[in-house]
């Protein structure tokens, strides 16, 4: 069982930069791909970025891909999603989710159902 807490977010200007963190607890962090999912008001959750348990490789939305850089640090039981360039339209709650096995597709990462864990959320507010 793996618990997933996020910190990191807050207010900040368009055109600006935050820095979320994942914090992760239990057992065998580094068997889990470990992904960022976003939900903004009256819409549904949707992909960000992830990265794989087996060789670090990254995925991200095409919304956010050269803006957002994910990374983990297995000895720190951590990921974290670096955001600069931020807009309007990145405003949404955060959500760090854990997901075991080995996905050959970049599709799996994708996919919210292929996570088992989730953190609680952290909110993104981007003033334009």
């Known amino acids: 069982q793996v618990q997933l807490v996020e910190s990191g977010g807050g207010l900040v200007q368009a055109g600006g930069s935050l820095r979320l963190s994942c914090a992760a607890s239990g057992r065998g962090f580094s068997m889990y791909n470990m992904g960022w999912f976003r939900q903004a008001p009256g819409k549904e959750r949707e992909f960000v970025a992830a990265?794989?348990?087996?060789?670090?490789?990254?995925y991200y939305a095409d919304s956010v891909k050269g803006r957002f850089t994910i990374s983990r640090d297995n000895a720190k039981n951590t990921v974290n999603l670096q955001m600069n360039s931020l807009k309007f339209e990145d405003t949404a709650v955060y959500y760090c989710a854990a997901g075991s096995g080995y996905w050959r597709s970049s599709y799996s990462y994708t996919q919210s159902q292929r996570y088992d864990y989730w953190g609680q959320g952290t909110q993104v507010t981007v003033s334009s």
């Open positions: 990265i794989s348990r087996s060789d670090g490789s990254t």
